[in-house]
């Protein structure tokens, strides 16, 4: 998909906002230069392989889910096509937004400690949360050690454990 250059994209290529984040960066090719691998690689003429060892380590697509949350009430055509122009590809769209009414549900868990309201496409259109209702206060953490988020705001309860 061509992403609009005019526009800001609605996904970061890493979280940078979290404290402590590690990259995982590979090694450079200056000390993979002269070893016997090296060596072993030119005598069975073997090419080293590509120069560009980028590593895929996901995308970040909590602005499209903030954007899709604020379209809420909206038609249904536009924001698809606005979003769209805006991501590298569709399938996250549908992370949050039922197809069918089968998918529909209250809240989608993105990650691991990520919620976010489910949505869907009213009969007249038009973008709806399926549970319009649910509070930040209806929703329990699953365990202690993590920041549990509900359309990007921390739970109000706390995690209790089961005896």
């Not at 993979?32 to 069975?44: M, V």
């Not at 499209?64 to 996250?92: M, T």
């Not at 992370?95 to 868990?109: C, F, G, H, S, T």
């Not at 709806?128 to 929703?139: C, G, Q, T, Y």
Request: aromatic content about 10%.
């Amino acid at each position: 998909m061509n992403i609009d250059p005019r526009k800001k994209p609605l996904f970061r290529k890493v979280n940078t906002r979290t404290r402590g984040v590690r990259h995982h960066t590979g090694g450079d090719y200056r000390h993979e230069r002269n070893t016997k691998q090296e060596k072993r690689n030119e005598a069975d003429q073997v090419s080293r392989g590509s120069m560009h060892g980028r590593t895929q380590r996901g995308l970040d697509y909590t602005p499209l889910f903030r954007f899709l949350l604020s379209k809420v009430g909206e038609d249904w055509q536009a924001v698809h096509a606005e979003a769209i122009s805006r991501i590298d590809r569709e399938e996250p769209i549908f992370w949050l937004v039922a197809r069918n009414e089968d998918e529909q549900k209250p809240y989608v868990r993105i990650g691991e400690s990520s919620y976010f309201s489910g949505l869907y496409i009213d009969e007249n259109g038009k973008l709806a949360k399926v549970a319009p209702d649910l509070r930040n206060e209806d929703l329990q953490p699953s365990c202690a050690c993590c920041t549990h988020t509900f359309n990007g705001v921390s739970f109000v309860n706390r995690f209790k454990p089961e005896f």
